[in-house]
Nanobody, 114 residues
Framework: VQLQASGGGLVQAGKSLRLSCEASGSIVRFNYMDWYRQAPGKQRELVAV???????NYVDSVKGRFTISRDNAKNTVYLQMNSLKPDDTGVYYC?????????WGQGTQVTVSS
């Protein structure tokens, strides 16, 4: 499967962005769909994950501000980001895995100015 992320941009602190990750095929077969991000000079970190059952989990720094969701009918995963902070700046990647295979999107840049 190929993953295509979009929706990034330059926003001021406190504003919102919605990222989308569209898969080239059905995502029903992927239980876990994730969003990662990589800030300049830092390691890539897991931001949010959603299962096929709708169970979600978030890194502490985004809890209460970010919401991950998935629409299996549209083969798309979303990341709604509210109350953005400069520390949220980075390249955001969608990701999934199945068995021993991992799949990454190409990344979308999010820049939050203070």
């Amino acid at each position: 499967v190929q993953l295509q992320a979009s929706g990034g941009g330059l926003v001021q602190a406190g504003k919102s962005l919605r990222l989308s990750c569209e898969a080239s095929g059905s995502i029903v077969r992927f239980n876990y769909m994730d969003w990662y991000r990589q800030a300049p000079g830092k390691q890539r970190e897991l931001v949010a994950v959603i299962t096929n059952y709708g169970t979600t989990n978030y890194v502490d720094s985004v809890k209460g501000r970010f919401t991950i969701s998935r629409d299996n009918a549209k083969n798309t995963v979303y990341l709604q980001m509210n109350s953005l902070k400069p520390d949220d700046t980075g390249v955001y990647y969608c990701h999934t895995r199945r068995s021993s295979s991992e799949y990454w999107g190409q990344g979308t840049q999010v820049t939050v100015s203070s």
